[in-house]
């Protein structure tokens, strides 16, 4: 299983990103995928997670209304558009999958991560 996330960097409070997370070596559509990220000094987080086999989408309270999760089953890759960014979402996000898990932070593939800065 290799995950590998794409797409972060340096944005202003306000803006907006969108993360990818191109997955290979296993069935996209049986696992449940997702995003976790690490802020500067704190502990892993759970920010959002989706089904391969359906579209129902979860997130953390946080981010709800501003973070949006998405899959591309025939690119095999996972995405999550970030609007409205705070300077508290400043984080490595990671690309996370897993064949029983859906929320949490216990995830058994991860990808390398990808750092999001939101700062003026």
């Known amino acids: 299983v290799q995950l590998v996330e794409s797409g972060g960097g340096l944005v202003q409070p306000g803006g907006s990103l969108r993360l990818s997370c191109a997955a290979s070596g296993f069935t996209f559509g049986y696992y449940y995928i997702g995003w976790v990220r690490q802020a500067p000094g704190k502990g892993l987080e759970w920010v959002s997670s989706?089904?391969?086999?359906?579209?129902?989408?979860y997130y953390t309270d946080s981010v709800k209304g501003r973070f949006t999760i998405s899959k591309d089953h025939a690119k095999n890759t996972l995405y999550l558009q970030m609007n409205s960014l705070k300077p508290e979402d400043t984080a490595v996000y990671y690309c996370?999958?897993?064949?029983?898990?859906?929320?949490?932070?216990?995830?058994?593939?991860w990808g390398p991560g990808t750092q999001v800065t939101v700062s003026s």
């Open positions: 996370v999958a897993d064949p029983f898990i859906l929320v949490g932070t216990d995830w058994r593939f």
């Open positions: 989706i089904y391969s086999g359906d579209s129902i989408p």
